[in-house]
């Protein structure tokens, strides 16, 4: 098998078309198909379903894990034997979504500018779904909520946030037990650390059986927010970036809830390829700690309320 073969064959699996392989590798489609079928000839095996997208066949998945070891390996090798050591291939990157609008765009736009040599590829999920996805190599690395995340993985905290409650109309006090029960909550799929910071308050609160209506996407969660659908538990620097198309209000979380450090999630350090050794340079860490203003007001508006 040639390195090039695996190369498209994981091209095309990634992007779901032979077309939009042959132009993120700067070939044409007629070369895609044919590493693609000399591959299937070779291991004698269906790789791929021809279909819209294209979708990798069990055998092909077997493969495709085997592409992205080898493919990596052969790239971080000649990294490492080139002059000055530059990096080679491509970053694959994981991130809530929070933090994709918030704080990727600088650090993200200034590793492309160190380093435009390297592919950047960004996927976003749940902290769930991205743990998972660096434990199985899917992604080099991922930004997410958890403080623990198992003995093969590492976690590095990066930025520390504020957790706030965002409601569409204005809230004079931290709500009650009573009015937590009747509001429902917006929030991502379970997996999503911050969904799970609402289970706990909730539960801290003794809030029996809340509701949670799940989105998809941060833009659905904040503009239904702003429409007075339900509450939400987001960084203050989220809702900071969306003031300007919405309505939004915010209240501190009583004591220590609201405060959440990400961390970025990557294999242990042995097995970093050059590529994630430069981004890791350069990812920051957090700031130290202020308490945020207002939490001391809202966890006595707590208290009085349940008084």
Same mark, same amino acid.
């Given at each position: 098998?040639?390195?090039?073969?695996?190369?498209?064959?994981?091209?095309?699996?990634?992007?779901?078309?032979?077309?939009?392989?042959?132009?993120?590798?700067?070939?044409?489609?007629?070369?895609?198909?044919?590493?693609?079928?000399?591959?299937?000839?070779?291991?004698?095996?269906?790789?791929?379903?021809?279909?819209?997208?294209?979708?990798?066949?069990?055998?092909?998945?077997?493969?495709?894990a085997y592409a992205r070891r080898i493919v990596e390996l052969h790239?971080?090798?000649?990294?490492?034997?080139?002059?000055?050591?530059?990096?080679?291939?491509?970053?694959?990157?994981?991130?809530?979504?929070?933090?994709?609008?918030?704080?990727?765009?600088?650090?993200?736009?200034?590793?492309?500018?160190?380093?435009?040599?390297l592919g950047v590829h960004l996927h976003t999920g749940t902290t769930?779904?991205?743990?998972?996805?660096?434990?199985?190599?899917?992604?080099?690395?991922?930004?997410?909520?958890?403080?623990?995340?198992?003995?093969?993985?590492?976690?590095?905290?990066?930025? #520390?946030?504020?957790? *706030?409650?965002?409601? @569409?109309? $204005?809230?004079?006090?931290?709500?009650?037990? &009573?009015?937590?029960? %009747?509001?429902?909550?917006?929030?991502?799929?379970?997996?999503?650390?911050?969904?799970?910071?609402?289970?706990?308050?909730?539960?801290?609160?003794?809030?029996?059986?809340?509701?949670?209506?799940?989105?998809?996407?941060l833009d659905a969660i904040v503009g239904c927010v702003g429409a007075?659908?339900?509450?939400?538990?987001?960084?203050?620097?989220?809702?900071?970036?969306?003031?300007?198309?919405?309505?939004?209000?915010?209240?501190?979380?009583?004591?220590?809830?609201?405060?959440?450090?990400?961390?970025?999630?990557?294999?242990?350090?042995?097995?970093?390829? #050059?590529?994630?050794? *430069?981004?890791?340079? @350069?990812? $920051?860490?957090?700031?130290?700690?202020?308490? &945020?203003?207002?939490? %001391?007001?809202?966890?006595?508006?707590?208290?009085?309320?349940?008084?």
């Amino acid at each position: 098998m040639l390195i090039r073969s695996l190369e498209i064959f994981r091209a095309v699996v990634d992007t779901g078309s032979f077309s939009a392989a042959a132009e993120r590798l700067h070939t044409v489609q007629s070369n895609v198909t044919a590493h693609v079928k000399k591959l299937e000839t070779e291991l004698d095996a269906r790789l791929l379903e021809r279909r819209n997208p294209v979708v990798a066949t069990p055998a092909g998945r077997q493969l495709l894990a085997y592409a992205r070891r080898i493919v990596e390996l052969h790239d971080d090798a000649l990294s490492r034997f080139r002059p000055g050591g530059e990096p080679l291939g491509e970053l694959r990157l994981g991130s809530m979504e929070t933090t994709a609008a918030v704080h990727l765009p600088r650090l993200l736009t200034d590793f492309s500018r160190r380093w435009p040599q390297l592919g950047v590829h960004l996927h976003t999920g749940t902290t769930g779904e991205l743990i998972e996805e660096v434990r199985g190599g899917r992604l080099d690395a991922a930004f997410v909520v958890a403080e623990d995340a198992g003995d093969d993985l590492a976690l590095r905290p990066v930025f #520390r946030e504020r957790l *706030v409650l965002v409601s @569409g109309r $204005p809230l004079e006090s931290f709500p009650g037990r &009573a009015d937590l029960a %009747r509001m429902p909550f917006l929030a991502f799929r379970s997996g999503c650390g911050y969904r799970t910071t609402i289970e706990v308050l909730l539960a801290d609160l003794k809030v029996a059986a809340p509701r949670i209506h799940e989105f998809g996407s941060l833009d659905a969660i904040v503009g239904c927010v702003g429409a007075g659908m339900g509450l939400a538990l987001l960084p203050a620097s989220t809702v900071d970036q969306y003031r300007r198309r919405h309505t939004l209000h915010t209240l501190d979380l009583p004591g220590d809830r609201g405060r959440v450090t990400t961390m970025i999630a990557t294999l242990k350090q042995a097995s970093w390829s #050059r590529a994630l050794e *430069v981004f890791m340079e @350069g990812v $920051p860490g957090p700031a130290g700690d202020v308490e &945020a203003p207002g939490v %001391r007001a809202a966890e006595t508006e707590l208290d009085r309320a349940e008084g």
